[in-house]
């Protein structure tokens, strides 16, 4: 597609609930990115997958939180036993490679989730 | 490690100038500008490369001292539609551990 899709655009779940959402990065780009947005927060990263190799994990919150990526395009971002403080907006990103000294990075319009 | 934003929010009127900081305590290789209006997703402005340089993009432009490790955002002749958080990026080591810095909230008033 021309831009990083992602989907749901709202979700609305009950606290204990599972949720799951997809992004589809830019075709061609091997490097995804999750981060996770506060009302009024900064951008907080949460997983990054490039090509082939083993995606780094190093800022997801808890082991309640999981993400895979299928075929090296689309990516699922699974959030177990929701919790309020997980309502946030979920923005997913692409670049055309990770370790480029010129990545331009293009965000999605993000998946805004709240838990009641 | 997430670099330092100054300052934290700038309001301005219609038509003035305004300059954003980014600074890190490691050696930089990169340095990316990103502007989030509000409700919307961040959007690339600029990225800046080891070796001092400044680019521009409109009336937005931007340096870079490697040396000092930080970067300037320049604002000049502001209009309404400037105002957003004004998100730094900064990698090392060719794109290695990238980070955004915490935002500069810039409002721009008529």
């Known amino acids: 597609g021309a831009g990083v899709s992602q989907s749901p655009s709202n979700k609305v779940t009950e606290k204990g609930k599972d949720v799951e959402l997809r992004c589809d990065p830019i075709s061609g780009h091997t490097a995804l990115y999750w981060y996770r947005q506060s009302l009024g927060q900064g951008l907080e990263f949460l997983i990054y997958f490039q090509g082939n190799s083993a995606p780094d994990k190093s800022g997801l919150p808890s082991d309640r939180f999981s993400a895979e990526r299928t075929g090296g395009s689309v990516s699922t971002l699974t959030i177990q036993r929701t919790q309020q403080e997980d309502s946030a907006v979920y923005l997913c990103?692409?670049?055309?490679?990770?370790?480029?000294?010129?990545?331009?990075?293009?965000f999605g319009e993000g998946s805004w989730l709240t838990v009641v | 490690q997430q670099p330092v934003q100054s300052p934290q929010a700038v309001i301005l009127r219609e038509g003035e100038d305004a300059v954003i900081n980014c600074s890190s305590s490691?050696?930089?290789?990169?340095v990316h500008w990103y502007r989030q209006k509000h409700g919307e997703a961040p959007v690339f402005l600029m990225i800046l490369l080891k070796g001092g340089e400044q680019k521009g993009h409109e009336k937005i432009s931007a340096s870079f001292n490697e040396k000092k490790q930080q970067s300037s955002l320049y604002l000049t002749a502001s209009q309404l539609s400037y105002s957003g958080t004004y998100f730094c990026?900064?990698?090392?080591?060719?794109?290695?551990?990238?980070?955004f810095g915490p935002g500069t909230r810039l409002s721009v008033l008529p």
């Open positions: 490691k050696a930089l290789y990169s």
């Open positions: 990026g900064t990698a090392d080591n060719y794109g290695q551990n990238f980070v």
């Open positions: 990103a692409s670049s055309e490679r990770w370790k480029a000294p010129g990545n331009t990075i293009y």
